[in-house]
């Protein structure tokens, strides 16, 4: 999704939006430098593990109903799509019930960080803006992507498609002009990594 080196990965990395994955726990067990913030961590492991179980169906459901909205080409089908998530999930919250000392968890929400000014060396954040460009609108857009170029040197984006019509999200144009304007370089840049249909590329924002 973000063309991660294995330089990127020795950095100090935000995961903006992590939710349930398991990057920070996989990364973590193998020595790399991450805290993961999402307003779910306010909920404990037990509390999070339910909530997926409560939502798993539907949102199966869903892509089933979406196939041909989404490329079968690294997963095959809906149920490899569900085994592979639920594995993540494990991962995430096997770490996530352990980790509480560590830090590396934090409830925060965008648009304001509990972060320094360049306290990361690089911002991540996947499947939260842009996907949901009718939720999340123009303002929040713009002043989000502003606090994570505040607290990181680089910030990369993906995907830039919004989930309702698989389209280029209308925020792009005005979140990158914003930045822009603010001195931050912004570039698209060609990602290999594609299972919503079309969503080929990270937005890149570098303050320069
Ligand atoms: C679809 S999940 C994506 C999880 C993960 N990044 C991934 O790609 O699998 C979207 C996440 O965004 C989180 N989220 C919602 N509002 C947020 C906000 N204001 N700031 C940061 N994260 C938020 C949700 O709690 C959820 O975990």
Known sequence: MFSLSHDDLTKKILG????PA????????NGGNVISIDPIYQFSALEVQSRIEEIYHRIMDQVSRNKEDYAWANIRDVKELGEVRMMAMKTFLNDYENAQ???????AA????????????????SHYLFL????????????????????AKEVRVYPLLSITNNKMSPHIV???EALEDEGVNVSLAPVKYEFQKGATEMLVAKRV
């Open 16 to 19: 903006c939006g992590d939710g």
């Open 22 to 29: 398991s990057f920070n726990a996989e990364l973590s067990a």
């Open 174 to 176: 005005p979140v990158m």
């Open 132 to 151: 949901y460009s009718d939720h999340v609108n123009q303002e929040q857009h713009v002043e989000s992507m502003k606090e994570l170029c505040r607290v």
């Open 101 to 107: 000392e560590t830090g590396r968890y934090l409830n």
């Open 110 to 125: 965008l648009p304001t960080l509990p972060f320094e000014n360049a306290e990361f060396d690089l911002a991540l954040c």
